[in-house]
T-cell receptor, first 114, second 114 residues
Framework: ETGVTQTPRHLVMGMTNKKSLKCEQHLGHNAMYWYKQSAKKPLELMFVYNFKEQTENNSVPSRFSPECPNSSHLFLHLHTLQPEDSALYLC?????????????FGAGSRLTVL | GENVEQHPSTLSVQEGDSAVIKCTYSDSASNYFPWYKQELGKRPQLIIDIRSNVGEKKDQRIAVTLNKTAKHFSLHITETQPEDSAVYFCAAGPYGGSQGNLIFGKGTKLSVKP
């Protein structure tokens, strides 16, 4: 384990369901991220949290709702998703400040929307 | 904003040969260039990175070179082994702070044939 844990690892949901993805890090990092990884596309940054505050939202549809209750936990709440939202959702964390560059990724949550 | 192009998308080499993956970036303000390796079904992991104040960095069989003038950087793997088979992602962005503005390439799938 690299210190970033994601659950569930696999999720199948219908378009009308509501589900949540969870991410937890024990690295003492203060920044956490959600990325979307689709086939043959670059990693797409979705949300960034620094010290529990959202600092970036890359035009993500409102059917994805992040929550960061503390610096160690990050959630992605999902509702009324579309089939094209099927992808691997990666959580990552990093330190902040000068020299804080290394992203540590979780293993990802593979989402399938039927 | 930053745009990162990565080539080739797939690369197949014989064990023992060298492999080179190239990336170009558009934003001259970018000064940090990491490379991540993602094995099948696993999380992306940082393998090497370079800052714009150096032109080359080596770590055993892997090396990264940077040409700031031409805005391109490359990953070199020598004496390839089957365990080098993976998808490699380059990224570009500013050094330090949170990584919310790291832009990733689309990835290169490297296959090393025994």
């Amino acid at each position: 384990e690299t210190g970033v844990t994601q659950t569930p690892r696999h999720l199948v949901m219908g378009m009308t369901n509501k589900k949540s993805l969870k991410c937890e890090q024990h690295l003492g990092h203060n920044a956490m991220y959600w990325y979307k990884q689709s086939a043959k596309k670059p990693l797409e940054l979705m949300f960034v949290y620094n010290f529990k505050e959202q600092t970036e939202n890359n035009s993500v549809p409102s059917r994805f709702s992040p929550e960061c209750p503390n610096s160690s936990h990050l959630f992605l709440h999902l509702h009324t998703l579309q089939p094209e939202d099927s992808a691997l959702y990666l959580c990552a964390s990093s330190a902040t400040g000068p020299g804080a560059n290394v992203l540590t990724f979780g293993a990802g949550s593979r989402l399938t929307v039927l | 904003g930053e745009n990162v192009e990565q080539h080739p998308s797939t690369l197949s080499v014989q064990e023992g040969d060298s492999a080179v993956i190239k990336c170009t970036y558009s934003d001259s303000a970018s000064n940090y260039f990491p490379w991540y390796k993602q094995e099948l079904g696993k999380r992306p992991q940082l393998i090497i990175d370079i800052r714009s104040n150096v032109g080359e960095k080596k770590d055993q069989r892997i090396a990264v070179t940077l040409n700031k003038t031409a805005k391109h950087f490359s990953l070199h793997i020598t004496e390839t082994q089957p365990e080098d088979s993976a998808v490699y992602f380059c990224a570009a962005g500013p050094y330090g702070g949170s990584q919310g503005n790291l832009i990733f390439g689309k990835g290169t799938k490297l296959s090393v044939k025994p």
